[in-house]
T-cell receptor
Framework: AQSVTQLDSHVSVSEGTPVLLRCNYS??????LFWYVQHPNKGLQLLLK??????LVKGINGFEAEFKKSETSFHLTKPSAHMSDAAEYFC???????????FGKGTRLHILP | GAVVSQHPSRVICKSGTSVKIECRSL??????MFWYRQFPKQSLMLMAT?????????EQGVEKDKFLINHASLTLSTLTVTSAHPEDSSFYIC???????????FGPGTRLTVL
């Protein structure tokens, strides 16, 4: 069985400060993990994915995430927030080669000027 | 360019009418496509799995007679919301998996508003 928990429904940071969006997962098999971003009234855009290669994954727009098996975490970070980062972020888990994927409930990122 | 397209991107209809939403895989063939629904400020919920040449598999609580799915070809799946009601207003998104690359792609979504 798989599950994913996004620990914060809302995160607010000031522009130029670091971003941390937390995600914990549970999976019976070696998981694939993804972070997607969704801007208002838009579809999903893939930020990055982990599929059992390097544990530190670099994505687009300066985002990165680290897979920590011991902590069952896959937190998303960015060193310096930009106003355009304000959006909804989803952590997603799937088992390798498994069609079913599980979405977290999402974290709304607010950027303060 | 886009790998998966959805049409229409936005539709407004009257209560009681039926609406068809298309999901097309532009870059590869897909025997399986997935339909999701997203209510405002909520996460995506899987509605059904569309299987080419066979019946769709619906998630628990999703009415198969209300949400008709047809996967007539390896590049096209359609979701028809029959006798739509205001509570069906939502953002509908399809997902397509490219098994050859083990990658998945989401469509841009369709915003349905039922008056």
């Amino acid at each position: 069985a798989q599950s994913v928990t996004q620990l914060d429904s809302h995160v607010s940071v000031s522009e130029g400060t670091p971003v941390l969006l937390r995600c914990n997962y549970s999976s019976s098999y070696s998981p694939s993990l993804f972070w997607y971003v969704q801007h208002p009234n838009k579809g999903l855009q893939l930020l990055l994915k982990y599929t059992s290669a390097a544990t530190l994954v670099k994505g687009i727009n300066g985002f990165e995430a680290e897979f920590k098996k011991s902590e069952t975490s896959f937190h998303l970070t960015k060193p310096s927030a930009h106003m355009s980062d304000a959006a909804e972020y989803f952590c997603v888990v799937s088992a390798w080669r498994d069609d079913k994927i599980i979405f977290g409930k999402g974290t709304r990122l607010h950027i303060l000027p | 360019g886009a790998v998966v397209s959805q049409h229409p991107s936005r539709v407004i209809c009257k209560s009681g009418t039926s609406v068809k939403i298309e999901c097309r895989s532009l870059d590869f063939q897909a025997t399986t496509m997935f339909w999701y629904r997203q209510f405002p400020k909520q996460s995506l919920m899987l509605m059904a799995t569309s299987n080419e040449g066979s019946k769709a598999t619906y998630e628990q609580g999703v009415e198969k007679d209300k949400f008709l799915i047809n996967h007539a070809s390896l590049t096209l799946s359609t979701l028809t919301v029959t006798s739509a009601h205001p509570e069906d207003s939502s953002f509908y998104i399809c997902r397509v998996r490219d098994l050859s690359r083990d990658e998945q792609f989401f469509g841009p979504g369709t915003r349905l508003t039922v008056l």
